[in-house]
């Protein structure tokens, strides 16, 4: 259960974070990188990042060898941005959430076309056994 200070918190720096990765940053391998949500723990100092991204899982490992490369500066820069006493460390983590869902949607879709093509099969063949 998290405390109504951690909630402001993690959202704080989801913000903080989505700034500088998107404006402040200049590695290339960042480009579609965005932060999905940020958890802090009870004493405020380790914050978890989700991150995902458009380039898909290939650029995963590129990804977060940037993002570790550039964790002092962005928690150096959190330390200016914010009035924290203790400013976290950043754990970054790949969120699957969304490849996920864009799978379980795949899925579905495919479900509904097998749906749709075993319907018409089953109006053809009820056509051909009508007597004409």
């Known amino acids: ?4 200070r951690q909630l402001r918190v993690a959202e ?3 913000q903080e974070l989505a700034t500088m990765i998107t404006f402040d940053l ?13 958890q802090v723990s009870p ?25 570790r490369k550039a964790s002092g500066f962005l928690r150096r820069q959190l330390g200016s941005r914010t009035t924290l006493r203790y400013v976290p460390e950043l754990a970054f983590h790949f969120d699957d959430g969304l490849i996920q869902s864009q799978r379980m949607s ?8 097998e749906e749709t093509s075993a319907e018409s099969i089953g109006e ?5 056994a009508e007597p004409s």
């Open 1 to 4: 259960m998290s405390s109504r």
């Open 12 to 14: 704080m720096i989801q």
């Open 26 to 38: 200049r590695d290339p391998r960042l480009a579609f990188v965005s932060v999905t949500r940020v």
């Open 43 to 67: 004493d405020l100092r380790h914050a978890n990042v989700y991150i995902s991204s458009l380039s898909g899982e290939e650029a995963e490992t590129e990804i977060m060898a940037a993002l």
């Open 106 to 113: 795949d899925l579905l879709d495919e479900i509904a076309s």
């Open 124 to 128: 053809e063949a009820a056509q051909d």
